[in-house]
């Protein structure tokens, strides 16, 4: 006969720990930051795009303007067209703060400001004409064309720099 058998001495079986959540693998790691880096070059194509559709914009309305006065010769009409336009880029291009509340020589003074160095300025220049054309009566054509060169210059020169601060939609030229 043989003996009885004893039972072995055997452990129940284990089952691994379950998988944390935290922190996750390599793969959805990168996955992730493939998607904020999609999400960020959306919005500087967005944000550069808008920036170039504004100067597209307010040279297309400089030409608009310089075609109607070429018809009509109103000179009034014609300044009062261009001081608009150019407040207008600039408050879309630039911080509202920087620029919406200046008048007369500070307004020139600030648009010389945004011009490269080298170019004719408003304030030492025909810019006069934007802050005086209420008050006379007739314009020197010469100052005229000289204000129409450095306002399509200006108007040229946009986007403004990247160190000022994205228009916001309410302000974006339409």
């Known amino acids: 006969m043989q003996p009885a058998q004893q039972p072995l001495a055997l452990k129940d079986i284990h089952l691994p720990d379950t998988v944390s959540w935290w922190p996750p693998a390599v793969g959805y790691w990168l996955i ?16 550069l795009t808008n920036r170039r559709r504004i100067k597209k914009q307010a040279l297309a309305e400089f030409k608009k303007i310089h075609k109607t006065y070429q018809s009509d010769r109103d000179q009034k009409k014609l300044l009062k067209a261009v001081s608009v336009l150019l407040r207008r880029a600039a408050i879309s291009c630039y911080p ?30 025909p810019g006069y004409l934007l802050t005086e054309f209420i008050y006379s009566n007739s314009v020197n054509t010469d100052d005229l064309d000289a204000l129409l060169s450095v306002s399509r210059q200006w108007l040229n020169q946009l986007p403004a720099p990247a160190k000022h601060h994205p228009p916001t939609s309410e302000s974006a030229l339409t």
């Not at 007369?104 to 080298?118: E, F, I, V, Y």
């Open 96 to 125: 509202r703060s920087d620029c919406a509340s200046l008048t007369g020589n500070d307004w020139l003074t600030w648009l010389d400001q945004q011009l490269p160095a080298k170019s004719t300025t408003f304030s030492d220049g």
């Open 32 to 47: 992730l930051g493939l998607i904020v880096l999609l999400i960020l070059c959306y919005f500087a194509i967005k944000f």
